[in-house]
């Protein structure tokens, strides 16, 4: 008898719980979790993790530029983040004499460190619940743009106070669950801050945009910066005189490696998911914005690597806009896949139908899936018009450019090749033509179409030998203005109501969960702020009959090194350092580790992310996802869903053997 009872209530608790590697917790809220992290390894404390009493975990971990995340890794401000993350201010740096991009660049001294102008370093100070300051004032019945308005003043009362006039700090209350609840976060902003190191591309871009995304992976994904600060150790702008930044915490490195089943954590900014969509929401993305958006960009990538395949110097124009377009291009498919995969539409279906039947005589939540239902069949037709106008209108290269009003010209003309944007130019418009119905077409558009006859005509008097910039500005202009009229309104406003109604539906799946007693604990979808999330080390298979173990080495590096091809050519050092089988104290079974996988939830923002075991040191940098597990920014599937870090082992190495930059290895403290 007793038996049974146990094991009923071990099947409830397998079916109503999410998985232990799902999830983004906010640092602040983590003693909802430390038990569940502790159980499965992690030695330390919830205020090890975060605290605004003593120094913590957080106190490592930056928000680098607007986009990545990045960590301390000495007392002496030494920072590491990923390659990409770091790439502008790489290429920046960059000329034909020194080409910093392509051989890479490593400062043999403090005074050859690299200033970067624009590029910041955000530490959190702290965050912290303002829901009750944001909402003060707030009526029941209070009309949606009222509420709108309250929150915005109070928001920039709450900024307002928590800076206090500290130019050195910045202050953003932002919603979580849909507007439920809102959070404060106050940031320390470093704006010196200098390039200290980057491997070569051909280490730090290894495999380029045909390993993106995937496993296994071989890329030597890192690049190495220095916040400067005043001698009060507080932010400064550049200065000869600035010293290195003395960081409250930086992590110590744990070079006894990693095997399959250890602890993880990764502690970053991932920017935007949405893991409590309504099923019709997931359906748009798979079945038609995803298709469409891949379809318009594989004309792009067709045209662009036809054209630089022909020319060297065509190249290097479309290097990187080729790797941005390919990036979401490849990422879209894999999501795509993996919500048809997972049956996601299906399971949400049968899940919105449950919370129907229980929402029945409960006024707040009865009318939710209907509502939602309607809400986005009215909006079916113009949510693809508006990834047309995104993805095909306004992507031709020198529209866009004329619609900016020429800003950073000399910018725009380095990296321009014109037979590459006219044949964008023809191919898009041509699929904006034969896609989108005829009433949501821009009139201008139909008008401009008949009068030259074709889309070549059209892009003949477009692309003249010096490009036709007033007729690329009137195209901007009107089919814009078109879609603003035309287009938007409905899309706004409907939009508006169903950003409401998940205000709604989201406190209605708690109450759900609390009634049905699920036990879930939910988490916020990421916004850009500071998240942990947990797992293990752990292999994948992503077919049948196919299983991927989780630890990658320098001898794939070598197995996939081909001279011929330009993304998989290492440098003449690396092949000798493998042949002399040179690796110092970096050797694992007779190889170095480059890269491993993990269950991790991270997503776009993540790289540069640290990577911890279970005494918060520091063994990777993450700095991707699987492919087969790209959707979890709207599923997870804890058997799929991969997050790949770079071996900290093998940035040492690279520092160490290829590089020769010993004095960078003295400042990091390495547990070995
Ligand atoms: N997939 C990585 C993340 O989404 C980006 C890697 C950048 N490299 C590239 N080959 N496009 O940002
Ligand atoms: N590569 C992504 C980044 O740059 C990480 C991811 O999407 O997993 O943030």
Redesign the pocket.
């Known amino acids: 008898m007793k038996k049974i009872v146990i094991l009923l209530a071990l099947m409830l608790m397998g079916a109503t719980q999410i998985h232990a590697d799902e999830g983004m917790w906010l640092p602040s809220e983590i003693l909802k979790k430390i038990k569940d992290i502790q159980s499965q390894g992690f030695k330390l404390s919830a205020e090890d993790i975060y605290s605004v009493n003593q120094s913590s975990l957080k106190d490592a971990v930056v928000r680098f530029g607007s986009g990545?995340t990045g960590e301390l890794i000495s007392s002496e401000g030494l920072l590491i983040t990923n390659h990409?993350c770091g790439y502008g201010q790489i290429q920046s740096h960059s000329s034909v004499e020194h080409d910093y991009l392509k051989d890479g660049f490593w400062a043999m001294s403090r005074a050859e460190e690299l200033p970067n102008p624009g590029l910041t370093v955000s530490f959190l100070e702290y965050m912290t619940d303002v829901t009750d300051e944001v909402l003060k004032g707030y009526k029941k019945n209070m009309t949606e743009e009222k509420r709108i308005a309250l929150v915005e003043k109070n928001s920039r009362k709450i900024e307002e106070k928590a800076i206090k006039g500290n130019a050195n700090l910045q202050a953003f209350v932002k919603p979580i669950y849909y507007g439920n609840q809102y959070f404060l976060f106050v940031y320390k902003v470093y704006t010196d801050v200098r390039l200290v190191g980057a491997p070569p591309s051909s280490i730090g871009k290894f495999g380029g945009d045909t390993d993106n995304w995937m496993w296994p992976r071989h890329t030597g994904d890192f690049s190495l910066f220095r916040v400067y600060a005043g001698a009060d150790n507080e932010p400064a702008a550049y200065s000869e005189k600035n010293v290195p930044f003395r960081p409250k915490k930086f992590f110590k490195v744990n070079a006894k490696g990693i095997k399959e089943g250890d602890f993880t954590m990764v502690y970053g900014f991932p920017g935007r998911t949405n893991e409590y969509l309504f099923s019709e929401a997931v359906k748009y993305t798979a079945l038609t914005s995803n298709p469409h958006k891949i379809a318009l960009r594989t004309l792009r990538l067709n045209i662009q690597r036809e054209e630089m395949n022909k020319d060297q110097a065509v190249r290097i124009k479309y290097a990187s806009k080729n790797a941005s377009v390919s990036n979401a291009w490849k990422k879209w498919q894999g999501e795509a896949k993996g919500i048809l995969r997972m049956k996601a539409i299906e399971n949400k279906q049968a899940f919105e139908a449950q919370f129907d039947q229980w929402a029945e005589g409960k006024p707040e939540y009865e009318q939710v899936v209907e509502r939602f239902k309607e809400l986005y069949a009215s909006i079916e037709e113009l949510s693809l018009v508006n990834d047309y106008q995104v993805e095909a209108l306004n992507a031709v290269e020198l529209i866009a450019f004329a619609g900016r009003g020429q800003a950073n010209a000399e910018k725009f003309y380095k990296d321009y090749y014109m037979p590459i944007d006219k044949a964008s130019f023809i191919a898009l418009y041509k699929a904006y033509d034969k896609n989108i119905a005829d009433k949501f077409k821009s009139p201008y558009f139909k008008e401009q179409l008949q009068k030259y006859g074709s889309m070549e005509n059209w892009a003949d008097s477009l692309f003249t030998e010096t490009p036709n910039l007033a007729m690329a500005e009137e195209i901007y202009q009107e089919t814009n203005a078109w879609f603003k009229a035309h287009i938007a309104p409905t899309l706004l406003s409907v939009n508006k109501e169903i950003t409401l109604l998940y205000r709604t539906y989201m406190r209605g799946m708690m109450e759900y969960n609390e009634a049905t007693g699920g036990g879930k604990i939910f988490y916020p979808d990421a916004n850009s702020t500071l998240r942990v999330t947990y797992g293990q080390v752990k292999g994948y298979k992503p077919a049948d009959a196919i299983y991927y173990t989780p630890v990658s080495s320098l001898d794939g590096v070598i197995e996939k090194d081909n001279p011929e091809i330009y993304d998989y050519n290492i440098p003449q050092k690396l092949r000798d350092l493998h042949a002399a089988k040179d690796y110092g104290r970096w050797e694992v079974d007779g190889s170095v580790p480059v890269a491993f996988i993990a269950t991790n939830h991270?997503?776009?923002?993540?790289?540069g992310s640290p990577v911890l075991d279970a005494d918060g040191n520091l063994i990777g940098v993450n700095?991707?996802?699987v492919w087969e597990g790209t959707m979890s920014d709207v599923v997870y599937d804890p058997e799929i869903c991969r997050?790949i870090a770079l071996d900290i082992r093998f940035a040492l190495f690279i520092i160490d053997k290829l590089a020769g930059a010993k004095h960078l290895l003295d400042e990091i403290e390495v547990v070995q």
Do not use: Y
């Open positions: 990545c990409h991270t997503s776009g923002g993540n790289s700095f991707d996802r997050n």
